[in-house]
T-cell receptor, first 113, second 117 residues
Framework: SQQGEEDPQALSIQEGENATMNCSYK?????LQWYRQNSGRGLVHLIL?????REKHSGRLRVTLDTSKKSSSLLITASRAADTASYFC?????????????FGAGTRLAVHP | GAVVSQHPSWVICKSGTSVKIECRSL??????MFWYRQFPKQSLMLMAT?????????EQGVEKDKFLINHASLTLSTLTVTSAHPEDSSFYIC?????????????FGPGTRLTVL
């Protein structure tokens, strides 16, 4: 399968709680990106982390990358109902000339007021 | 900004007809565009890479005669689903690549929902 794996597949939390999603991938990468998708809509780019970076922050988002374990995590702090969406990680494999993005299976996050 | 549009946003067609979906980069030039399909509650599966002025590169298992891709200009790629059947019903999303150094930064269109009756 070209996809990596994400867990959990679904996550349900209350507003104000933190949400953590994990992503594992299979090949060596140039970078890893996280995207958000509202139901039936296109993707919104959230954050990109390069293979030589270990952690990156953007607002309420914190992304970590462990290339030795081929895994990444996305933490959303102080979640809001508007954060309800599906979240996907996508890796840019070293093979293929940085051209492709391979998407993980995604985590469906539901934030309840 | 980096805005990508798709047209139409949704289409319903009869089995056996062909459907064309357009993907446009509105405020930047894209030598490379990508086409994905997404089934309900599933992830995006890359179908093909569309290169301006040359033939598309299809992923394994994707029929090139079934899904015709044309990238005639630096701002437009089209996907034509030929002789569509109900199993082709899906959400089709395009993205356009904006080069930023060695980073493969893709900007996604809003998607086209195809329903084949």
């Amino acid at each position: 399968s070209q996809q990596g794996e994400e867990d959990p597949q679904a996550l349900s939390i209350q507003e104000g709680e933190n949400a953590t999603m994990n992503c594992s991938y299979k090949t060596s990468i140039n970078n890893l990106q996280w995207y958000r998708q509202n139901s039936g809509r296109g993707l919104v780019h959230l954050i990109l982390i390069r293979s030589n970076e270990r952690e990156k922050h953007s607002g309420r988002l914190r992304v970590t990358l462990d290339t030795s374990k081929k895994s990444s995590s996305l933490l959303i702090t102080a979640s809001r109902a508007a954060d309800t969406a599906s979240y996907f990680c996508a890796t840019a494999p070293l093979s293929g000339g940085y051209n492709k993005l391979i998407f993980g299976a995604g985590t469906r996050l539901a934030v309840h007021p | 900004g980096a805005v990508v549009s798709q047209h139409p946003s949704w289409v319903i067609c009869k089995s056996g007809t062909s459907v064309k979906i357009e993907c446009r980069s509105l405020d930047f030039q894209a030598t490379t565009m990508f086409w994905y399909r997404q089934f309900p509650k599933q992830s995006l599966m890359l179908m093909a890479t569309s290169n301006e002025g040359s033939k598309a590169t299809y992923e394994q298992g994707v029929e090139k005669d079934k899904f015709l891709i044309n990238h005639a200009s630096l701002t437009l790629s089209t996907l034509t689903v030929t002789s569509a059947h109900p199993e082709d019903s899906s959400f089709y999303i395009c993205s356009a690549r904006k080069l930023a150094g060695d980073i493969n930064e893709q900007f996604f269109g809003p998607g086209t929902r195809l329903t084949v009756l």
